[in-house]
């Protein structure tokens, strides 16, 4: 059989398709396999994303948003730098994000993530412009009757609670009515900060306040002390009290044994003089166990009140002004 017989270039032809052919059946079956990890694998190992990894993705998405952009499909566009800032924040997605919320006319987002670009590039090239958009936005959000607010908190991820009501975590932006209000902010481990602000009707502005780690509790502690809360409570006056009690109980029995005693002295007859002896005798041993548990009780309650020292935290309150805006701090010393 030669090269030239058209059979045998068929026959060729035919063997170099189906090896092709398994070549690629046993690929795919081979990158299926890789694809799908089996069970066991998947429960025991979970690998983390490396940072490069996590670089490359949001460098992924902040393409893909960019393509979309400029295909004019803005919401597409904003997701996609979203998930990207979520991945690695950075100004310049900032930024997109802030020009992106411009296309679709969302005052609101647009002033948030221009206030954001510059407080994470305050010394961008384009300030004054960008400042620009800012003050426009924010007379646009004053008409309405609003004003915009972020707080800020060090470390994040505080609980936000304004005028009672919870909003959110830290870092948070929410619009606001101008004027005082109250901030609560918690979180797990540290002292709940308390203070209040006022916002401003024309301009937004930036609340922060670095939180006081919590004192650590004595394991014997159930409960905390509250500030200016005294070592023993009321235990030294309730104990005083039942003592007070006690001893007044010893005296009315002390007058009724006198009074039964000189009822036996004037009786004429055995059995009532007897009576008035028994009488006697037993308001005399209830006297006698009052006064003894009073005096004990006295003694214990006058000590208590010797010791029982107030346990007041030195607090202050430091406040600072930041650029647009203000921080609050919270400083207490034990």
């Known amino acids: 059989?030669?090269?030239?017989?058209?059979?045998?270039?068929?026959?060729?032809?035919?063997?170099?398709?189906?090896?092709?052919?398994?070549?690629?059946?046993?690929?795919?079956g081979s990158l299926s396999s890789m694809a799908q990890p089996s069970a066991l694998a998947a429960e025991t190992s979970v690998t983390p994303a490396s940072a490069d990894e996590q670089r490359s993705l949001a460098k992924a998405?902040?393409?893909?948003?960019?393509?979309?952009?400029?295909?004019?499909?803005?919401?597409?566009?904003v997701r996609l730098f979203?998930?990207?800032?979520?991945?690695?924040?950075?100004?310049?997605?900032?930024?997109?994000?802030?020009?992106?919320?411009?296309?679709?006319?969302?005052?609101?987002?647009t002033l948030r993530w221009y206030r954001n670009y510059l407080r994470l590039n305050p010394q961008a090239k384009n300030r004054a412009e960008v400042e620009g958009f800012i003050r426009s936005l924010s007379r646009a959000l004053a008409k309405r009757g609003i004003q915009q607010l972020?707080?800020?908190?060090?470390?994040?991820g505080a609980t936000v609670a304004i005028d009672g009501t919870p909003l959110g975590v830290s870092p948070l932006t929410v619009e606001l009515r101008?004027?005082?209000?109250?901030?609560?902010?918690?979180?797990?481990?540290?002292?709940?900060?308390?203070?209040?602000?006022?916002?401003?009707?024309?301009?937004?502005?930036?609340?922060?306040?670095?939180?006081?780690?919590?004192?650590?509790?004595?394991?014997?502690?159930s409960e905390p002390q509250p500030e200016g809360a005294r070592r023993f409570g009321i235990v030294p006056?309730?104990?005083?009290?039942?003592?007070?009690?006690?001893?007044?109980?010893?005296?009315f029995f002390e007058l009724s044994r006198h009074s039964a005693q000189s009822d036996a002295r004037s009786e004429q007859v055995q059995l009532?003089?007897?009576?008035?002896?028994?009488?006697?005798?037993?308001?005399?041993?209830?006297?006698?166990?009052?006064?003894?548990?009073?005096?004990?009780?006295?003694?214990?309650g006058a000590t208590l009140l010797v010791f029982n020292t107030r346990?007041?935290?030195?607090?202050?309150?430091?406040?600072?002004s930041v650029p647009g805006g203000a921080m609050l701090s919270w400083e207490r010393q034990f």
Not at 61 to 77: N, P
Not at 84 to 101: E, G, K, Q, T, V
Not at 150 to 156: A, S
Not at 278 to 283: A, L
Request: hydrophobic share 45%; glycine share 6%.
């Open 1 to 28: 059989m030669t090269e030239s017989d058209p059979k045998s270039r068929l026959a060729a032809g035919r063997s170099r398709c189906w090896l092709r052919v398994s070549l690629s059946v046993l690929l795919a």
């Open 61 to 77: 998405k902040y393409a893909e948003g960019v393509e979309a952009y400029r295909a004019t499909h803005y919401v597409d566009a």
């Open 82 to 109: 979203l998930e990207a800032d979520a991945i690695s924040p950075s100004a310049a997605l900032s930024y997109n994000i802030a020009r992106a919320y411009e296309k679709l006319s969302d005052d609101a987002q």
């Open 150 to 156: 972020t707080v800020l908190t060090w470390p994040p």
């Open 178 to 221: 101008p004027g005082k209000h109250s901030a609560l902010l918690s979180h797990r481990g540290f002292v709940d900060f308390n203070g209040s602000f006022v916002l401003p009707q024309a301009t937004p502005i930036d609340v922060g306040a670095t939180l006081q780690a919590a004192a650590t509790r004595d394991p014997v502690t």
């Open 237 to 251: 006056y309730v104990t005083l009290g039942a003592a007070a009690a006690c001893l007044a109980g010893a005296g």
């Open 272 to 300: 009532d003089y007897e009576r008035d002896i028994q009488t006697m005798h037993s308001r005399q041993t209830s006297a006698r166990v009052l006064l003894g548990v009073g005096g004990a009780l006295a003694v214990t």
């Open 311 to 320: 346990l007041t935290a030195e607090s202050r309150a430091v406040a600072a």
